[in-house]
């Protein structure tokens, strides 16, 4: 295993699930209720210093039990390396706490990942959709079971009957 | 008459807590709301920005953003890895080769195909070129929303030779779509390496007359200098990338530390600021210019002269065009790789470039079969927004302008 994800794996016995590394890639699989601790640890341990925030991003799996992932890298300036942290939510119970109080940059990517999957971040300054309309009522518009054309919203629009009028 | 008393009596009021105020009149300060935008010729697309002023200082701003979203993450789960590259030109529309240049790099990590080695310098050479286009559209942008017009007019004509080039190079100007996944579309020709050349004498004094126009003008110093700070830790924490990391004094450029194409094999310096203000930010672009110069010239002297210009893997890279014409079996595989698409081993992979802007980025989850699962662009221009209301606080309304230019944003990146 890579020596970062063992470092984790050490410091963290319980919250970590599984490290994968493939085309040179690290990403570490940890559970929900040790991410926050886990990004903690991350930023501020120095053999870790992983002080950038490169992405924050969700894939939805509809026909797992946990349906969705939420995915963190994080960068290194110091070390040049980078980690990818994953964790998984369950559809009834959407809620991950958020990072935004160790990396600001989380703010907008988590308003990003709650506006297209719905997956709501605990102690988020400002959750709130931010690439759709506030009032967007048709549900959230990455997840598989959204279809490609959306649920048809547009088809509700009153317009002005211009040919009428004259 | 009654009426312009009722409203001085709004306007001047008495501090309960201090009782000596009473006779004197106290002027009242009120928090104004300010909504700046959706469409402001400074804002660079449709951005709305709703500021809380206090007098004329930002105490508070609202970033209103996805006027432009069209959905392309969700329009690539449904096509196949060849058909998305389109798409990326309209992501950032001002930069659309290296948009190409970037989400063909992380195909090819997926794929894990390796590109020829003259295609890498071919795709070197234009993604500099694009570099600059990006850089002297910022410049003359830029200037012109603090109040130099006149930079503007040379830095479009420079932009124009360049944009010609492209225009012989892959028939258009802007929404390119000249590189492939695992090579580009065709070869230079002669004319366009003459082309180049011609470029690589005359453009470097021209960047010498851009800085005469900016570097002693002293609106544009009182307009950038001290502007809009940011420390290292603070940009780095905010995720920003490029020149508006490495105006903060981070040495972070992937073309150096994560390097791809040609670069490991050209001598290059990353410049990097002191103070993390507009100014900083400015100078590093106009230096990385310089670079890309030099990256350019490296890469002419250095190029093999010929060879193909497309990794030979047929399973995912396209045939040559002059056989899809003329040979069944090229004309099936190009129809089927756009079709159907190759079979993506299930994975994922993030790949990052280091674009003019920043660091752009595309996650790529593949479950195997043609089509991605999930696709994420990282986008430079969306992660820099996060950090406007942290850099406007205590700023002048015409400082938020010089802010959002200072990231270089264009909208339809930043809501893809």
């Not at chain 1, 988590?110 to 709130?128: A, T, Y």
């Not at chain 2, 012989?168 to 590189?179: D, H, I, K, P, V």
């Amino acid at each position: 295993m890579h020596p970062l994800a063992e470092a984790i794996q050490a410091r963290f016995p319980d919250g970590f699930l599984s490290a994968q590394e493939w085309r040179g890639d690290l990403a570490v699989t940890v559970k929900r209720e040790a991410l926050h601790a886990i990004g903690r640890f991350l930023k501020d341990d120095p053999a870790m210093a992983c002080d950038y925030i490169v992405l924050v991003s969700s894939v939805d799996w509809p026909d797992e039990e946990e349906r969705f992932e939420v995915v963190y890298e994080v960068y290194s300036i110091r070390h040049r390396h980078r980690i990818r942290v994953k964790t998984r939510v369950p559809e009834h119970d959407c809620y991950v706490d958020s990072l935004t109080d160790i990396w600001p940059g989380a703010n907008f990517m988590e308003r990003e990942v709650f506006d297209m999957m719905g997956i709501r971040f605990n102690n988020h300054p400002d959750m709130r959709r931010i690439l759709m309309p506030d009032d967007f009522p048709e549900g959230y518009p990455l997840r598989k079971d959204f279809p490609l054309q959306g649920k048809g919203w547009r088809d509700t629009f009153d317009f002005l009957n211009e040919g009428a009028a004259s | 008459m009654a009426h312009l008393e009722d409203q001085r009596e709004t306007i001047y009021k008495v501090d309960p807590a201090h009782p000596e105020t009473r006779d004197l009149p106290i002027l009242r300060t009120e928090e104004l709301l300010l909504n700046m935008g959706p469409q402001h010729p400074a804002t660079h697309g449709v951005l709305k920005v709703i500021l809380d002023l206090e007098g004329e200082r930002i105490t508070k701003s609202t970033v209103v953003m996805g006027f432009l979203h069209r959905g392309v993450e969700k329009l690539a789960e449904y096509g196949t890895y060849h058909q998305f590259i389109p798409h990326t030109d309209r992501l950032d529309y001002v930069c659309a080769m290296y948009n190409n240049f970037a989400y063909c790099r992380a195909v090819e990590k997926l794929m894990n195909v390796t590109v020829p080695e003259r295609a890498e310098y071919l795709r070197t050479i234009v993604a500099e070129v694009q570099r600059i286009i990006g850089h002297l559209f910022w410049l003359g942008t830029q200037a012109l929303d603090i109040g130099a017009m006149t930079v503007f007019f040379y830095t479009f004509r420079d932009r124009e030779i360049l944009l010609d080039w492209f225009d012989e190079l892959c028939g258009a100007r802007l929404t390119t779509s000249w590189y492939r996944i695992g090579g580009v579309e065709r070869d230079f020709t002669a004319s366009l390496e003459t082309k180049i050349r011609d470029f690589l004498a005359y453009f470097p004094p021209k960047i010498d007359e851009y800085v005469v126009f900016l570097e002693k003008n002293r609106i544009w110093l009182a307009r950038t200098v001290g502007v809009a700070v940011i420390s290292a830790e603070d940009a780095l924490g905010y995720g920003l990338s490029g020149p508006t990391l490495r105006g903060s004094g981070v040495d972070y450029d992937l073309r150096k530390y994560e390097s791809y194409g040609a670069y490991p094999k050209c001598e290059f310096s990353v410049p990097v600021g002191k103070n993390g203000d507009t100014y900083d930010r400015y100078w590093i672009r106009i230096e990385e210019m310089r670079e890309s110069i030099k990256i350019i010239r490296q890469c002419m002297d250095q190029m093999p002269k010929e060879g193909p210009v497309m990794a030979d893997v047929p399973s995912v890279t396209l045939p040559p065009k002059d056989r899809v014409f003329t040979n069944l079996e090229s004309m099936i595989q190009q129809f089927k790789l756009f079709s159907q698409g190759f079979d993506a081993p299930p994975g994922e992979i993030y790949c990052g470039t280091e674009a003019h802007k920043g660091e752009l980025g595309f996650y790529i989850v593949s479950t195997g079969g043609g089509n991605p699962y999930r696709l994420k662009i990282r986008s430079p221009s969306f992660i820099h927004m996060g950090a406007f209301d942290y850099m406007a606080k205590g700023y002048m309304i015409a400082d938020a302008v010089t802010i959002f230019g200072s990231y270089d944003i264009v909208m339809g990146e930043c809501d893809r």
